[in-house]
C-alpha cells in the first residue's frame, strides 16, 4: 500500500490540474451516513422520499422524512481530515476544482473555495412559488412544510431530487473539469447515480488518470480506475497529505509495500 500511496503522491505533485470528485463516503467520517450500504440511509428509509413527484403531491408528509434524514445529522457535522486535506491542497496549488455530489456543504466549511455541488446544497431552501432564497437556519421548521415569509409558497430544500434536472453551473463545470484534468481523484462514491457518475468516465476519455479512494470497490474500481487506494478517506487522505508536503517526496519513489 505505502507503494500505490507514493505513486499516487507523486502523480497528484506532477499534476498541472486535478479534479477531486467525490461522494457520500467522504463525509461518513463526519458523522454523515451514505444512502446504499448496510448502514446506509436506504436501509432505514425509502428513497422515495427524495422523488419530487411526491414532494410536490405531499410535501407535509416528504418533509417529516426529509428533516429527519438530512437536518438532524448535517446540522452537527464538522469537515473530517480528508475534507480539510483537500483544501489544503487548493490553498497550495495541488487541487484545481471538486465536483461533489454531496449536499452538505462540508467541503467549503473546510476552507474549499472551487467547489461545484451537482445536487445542490441542503442549506438552503427555495419557495416552489416566488423562486426565494432562505438558509435553512433562518427558517422555523416547527410547522411542516416550512414556507416563504413573502408569498407563503411551499419551502423546498435546493438540492436536487429525483426527477429534476442538474443546475447548469455545476453540470458545466464538471464537463469542463473531465477534459481539462490531468488527474481525477474520487473519493467515496459508488458511481451509481446518473448524470454524476459519468464525469470520471469522461475524463478518463479525455486522457486524465483516476485516483480512487474508498474502502470497497466502486462500479469505477475496475472500469477507469488506475491506482485504487482501499481505505477510509479519512486515512488515506492523511496519508496522503503526508507524502504531498513532505520535502522528500521525490526521493521516496522506491517505498516499498
Ligand atoms: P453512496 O451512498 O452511493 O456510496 C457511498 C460510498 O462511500 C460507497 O462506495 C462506500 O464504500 C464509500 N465509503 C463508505 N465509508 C467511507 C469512508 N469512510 N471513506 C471513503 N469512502 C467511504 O454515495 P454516492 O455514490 O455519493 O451517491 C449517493 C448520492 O447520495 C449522492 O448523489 C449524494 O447527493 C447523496 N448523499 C449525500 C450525502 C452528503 O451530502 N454527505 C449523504 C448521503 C447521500
Excluded at 37 to 66: C, E
Excluded at 208 to 231: M, Q, R
Aim: aromatic letters at 8%; one cysteine or more; charged letters at 20%.
Amino acid at each position: 500500500m505505502k507503494k500505490k500511496i507514493t505513486e499516487a503522491a507523486l502523480i497528484l505533485k506532477k499534476s498541472r490540474f486535478t479534479t477531486a470528485f467525490t461522494g457520500a463516503g467522504i463525509s461518513v467520517e463526519s458523522g454523515i451516513p451514505p444512502f446504499r450500504g448496510g448502514d446506509g440511509l436506504w436501509s432505514k428509509y425509502d428513497p422515495s422520499v427524495l422523488d419530487i413527484s411526491r414532494f410536490l403531491a405531499d410535501p407535509a408528509g416528504s418533509w417529516v422524512v426529509i428533516n429527519e434524514i438530512f437536518y438532524d445529522f448535517f446540522n452537527s457535522a464538522k469537515p473530517n481530515k480528508a475534507h480539510l486535506v483537500l483544501s489544503r491542497m487548493e490553498k497550495e496549488g495541488m487541487l484545481g476544482r471538486i465536483i461533489t455530489q454531496n449536499i452538505d456543504n462540508l467541503h467549503q466549511e473546510a476552507g474549499s473555495h472551487m467547489v461545484y455541488e451537482f445536487h445542490g446544497n441542503s442549506k438552503n431552501l427555495r419557495c416552489l412559488h416566488c423562486r426565494r432564497e432562505y438558509l435553512a437556519g433562518q427558517i422555523s421548521i416547527d410547522h411542516l412544510p416550512p414556507t416563504c415569509r413573502e408569498c407563503g409558497g411551499i419551502l423546498k430544500p435546493d438540492f436536487v431530487f429525483f426527477g429534476e434536472s442538474i443546475p447548469q453551473m455545476p453540470l458545466a463545470a464538471a464537463y469542463e473539469a473531465a477534459t481539462i484534468s490531468d488527474v481525477f481523484l474520487i473519493i467515496g462514491t459508488t458511481g451509481e447515480v446518473m448524470p454524476a457518475n459519468q464525469i470520471p468516465l469522461m475524463a478518463k476519455e479525455y486522457g486524465a488518470t483516476i485516483i480512487e479512494i474508498n474502502p470497497e470497490p466502486s462500479l469505477y474500481t475496475n472500469k477507469v480506475t488506475d491506482i485504487f487506494l482501499k481505505g477510509k478517506a479519512t486515512e488515506i487522505m492523511g496519508k496522503l497529505e503526508d507524502l504531498l508536503f513532505s520535502p522528500t517526496l521525490d526521493n521516496d519513489q522506491d517505498g516499498v509495500d
